[in-house]
């Protein structure tokens, strides 16, 4: 028995096939990668049975992720993250099964954690001693802890603007940062100088095929944590695309293992905020990609991505799915997240809060039925993020003074 059935990487474009024991990036065409595994092996070999019975970390689908020593293996103990009922948000909204996956809880505090783990621990099987990334915040932070503990280097580059928090994570994991007077797609064109001239590693979003591997654990868990059965509806903050690809994929892969039904896939829903929203634009016209989004704004600044390398990976997850993309404004996730936390305890991001305000749009239009089982994806912790939080009317109280009621 393997530790791992990885096989090859695919070329979802032009169908090349590339070996996955040594490092690769894009494929030549310019297309992201996929990884693919022997699912005939992985059947004989492994039982749904048998992974319920194993540590609860995302590592419990190791045959079905990319590293094949297990010793390769960098962990913090990330993943099976909750999967809970929201009772009385959902009778708010009118929806009797509505759930959330909650990445606000595990280490890191996003759910970038996943391709981090998967994605560090490959690279260091491929030997990688140094790597680079742009990032808007959470990836950069994610990845440069990981790092750390693999002994590899990370040059992390983010915008000025991009969270204190974020910037203090890679600094404290003496991350080699650094900070740029502009957007996300100038820290892209500063990284993609030092690839090319020194050979560093390129972990950007998608450039390198094992991101994916680690986000597509978030589909094996849901399926998992319904008793391996599929809800009606996932609704996912879409930036990069990343997570959604991921799920995707898990889904087509637990279908060819035989551990889920072929005729019944969740729909998938893109959500992304109105002022960032190419893939909705996209879906609308029924275009296979997306355009660049011009002048893109938003506080739930993960989701903040004007053109995403796999845009055409996403809206293929939506029209095979029945599924659909959709905005909302920024008023709207507030108003969610507030909700949230008033009526379940949970101080939820902006980004998840986005994906239960388009759950509530999406009932209201009558695309998601009372009954059906929906998942929202919380990408992340609120506590991330506080300034999207504003205080008002705080009653302060000299020292004698006495609260009356
Ligand atoms: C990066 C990020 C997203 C978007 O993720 P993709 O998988 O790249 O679409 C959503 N929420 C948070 C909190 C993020 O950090
Ligand atoms: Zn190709």
């Known amino acids: 028995m393997s530790y791992s059935y990885v096989s090859h990487l695919e070329c979802p474009k032009c169908q090349a096939v590339l070996e996955v024991t040594e490092v690769q990036q894009l ?10 595994y022997d699912l005939e092996k992985v059947k004989e070999h492994v039982s749904k049975e048998s992974i319920g019975r194993r540590p609860t970390s995302l590592w419990r ?7 094949s020593a297990k010793e390769n293996i960098v962990t913090l103990g990330e993943g099976w993250t909750p999967l809970e009922k929201m009772p009385q948000l959902g ?9 959330i996956k909650d990445e606000g809880i595990i280490p890191t505090g996003s759910f970038k954690t996943r391709g981090a783990s998967v994605g560090i621990s490959k690279a260091k099987e491929l030997g990688v001693k140094q790597l680079a990334m742009p990032t808007n915040g959470n990836a950069g932070a994610a990845w440069a802890l990981y790092a750390a503990k693999a002994n590899i280097k990370a040059t992390i580059v983010m915008p000025v603007d991009a969270p204190a928090i974020t910037r203090k994570e890679v600094f404290i994991s003496g991350g080699d940062l650094h900070l740029v007077d502009g957007l996300i797609s100038d820290a892209g064109k500063i990284v993609g100088k030092l690839v090319a ?22 589909g094996y868990e849901i399926v998992e944590q319904f008793g ?39 729909r998938l829903v893109a959500v992304q905020a109105e002022g960032c929203s190419p893939i909705v634009e996209a ?17 739930a600044f993960g989701i903040n991505v004007p053109k995403a390398l796999g845009d055409f990976l996403v809206l ?35 980004e998840g809060a986005a994906t239960f305000a388009a759950a509530e749009k999406l009932r209201k239009e009558g695309w998601i039925k009372e009954e059906e089982v929906v998942v929202c994806l919380n990408t992340g912790a609120g506590i991330k993020y506080p300034e999207t939080v504003e205080l008002a009317n705080i009653p302060t109280l000299q020292p004698g003074e006495f609260i009356e009621r």
């Open 27 to 36: 494929c030549a065409c310019g297309s992201p990668l996929l990884v693919r």
């Open 61 to 67: 689908y190791h045959e079905l992720l990319p590293v």
């Open 91 to 99: 009778k708010h909204y009118q929806l009797s099964n509505l759930y």
């Open 197 to 218: 001239d020194k050979g560093v590693y390129d972990a950007s979003t998608l450039k390198e095929p094992y991101r994916i591997e680690g986000k597509k654990t978030m």
């Open 228 to 266: 391996w059965n599929v809800p009606d509806v996932i609704l996912y903050p879409t930036g990069g695309g990343v997570g959604i690809i991921g799920i995707y994929k898990a889904l087509k892969e637990m279908q060819e293992l035989g551990w889920i039904s072929d005729n019944k896939l969740p």
């Open 283 to 299: 879906w609308k016209n029924g275009e296979t990609e997306s355009a660049f989004f011009e002048n893109s704004e938003t506080c």
């Open 316 to 350: 293929e997850s939506l029209y095979h799915t029945n599924g659909c993309a959709i905005a909302v404004s920024e008023t709207e996730l507030l108003t969610a997240q507030k909700l949230v936390a008033e009526l379940e305890g949970n101080f939820i991001c902006p």
